[in-house]
């Protein structure tokens, strides 16, 4: 192990920079790409991933951000609070779906999550968690009730920064697992934790079905500064869309200290959802 002038630390094969391990610490894409606005940036990363159908991410890290992406016509969630104002967007990985679903995930794409919870909304309206965020109320908002995009959300998201690479994943409700499209969507435990914690995720659990990334997304991986939210200033806890796994009330969630929790469906709770780009 040793440090450079550049402080990063040797572990193993793999370099642990300061740019992975705090927000304040990642880069703004528009110096990094060399760009002057948010589309160009956009356009630019787009080109990356499957412009010549070989990515190239050399130079982008996970951290790297884009501040001022416009959602201040997106109308409220029921019950809850518009994302109102400008927000930012974080690289959280690069092809960690790539090759998985039922049908293929075969685009290069970057993944990216919101810096804070751009809105706060209820997971249902009455305290029930059947059929699991498939079949929730908020998804209906997020991103359409089919995953395509067709949210008032993913809509909102895509007329700021362009398309969006709608992936196939797999996801559960307390019972059983389904394939499943999704465009803009709240992440489950794993995707934030590594592993089950209040959560049922019945597809992950054992051996042979082991068919989607066992792993907290690589932003998620490297500090608890990236896991833990903001909304207007103030810490907020933010809704996951894992079923919890004892009872039949509620889901999972990250509390405002970032530690995992649950409370039940109708619960006002931040949003701060994850999405593709090809």
Known sequence: ???TALGTIQV???????????????RNLLEVLGVANLQQAMDALRARCNGTGTPNF???????????VNLGGVVAPNGGAAPAGSHRIIIAGFNFYKNAGDTSNNRNHIVFVFGGAIATGRMNPTNINEGGYAASEIRQWL???????????????????????????RETDRESARWDSFTLWLPNEIEVYGKTVWGTDINHERADRFIMPVMALPIYQKSMEYVRKSRNGSRTSWWLSSPHADDSTGFCAVSSLGFAGRNTASHIYGLSPAFCVA
């Not at 193993?12 to 990642?26: E, I, L, T, W």
């Not at 890290?61 to 001022?68: A, P, S, T």
Request: aromatic share 4%; hydrophobic share 40%; charged share 20%.
């Open 1 to 3: 192990m040793g440090t």
């Open 58 to 68: 050399a130079g982008l890290e996970v951290g790297d951000y884009l501040d001022g």
């Open 12 to 26: 193993g094969v793999s370099p642990v920079r300061n740019q992975d391990m705090a927000r304040g610490m990642g």
């Open 143 to 169: 991103e359409g009730a089919a995953g395509d995009g067709s949210g008032p959300l993913a809509v909102g998201l895509a007329n700021a920064i362009g398309p969006l690479y709608t992936i196939r994943k």
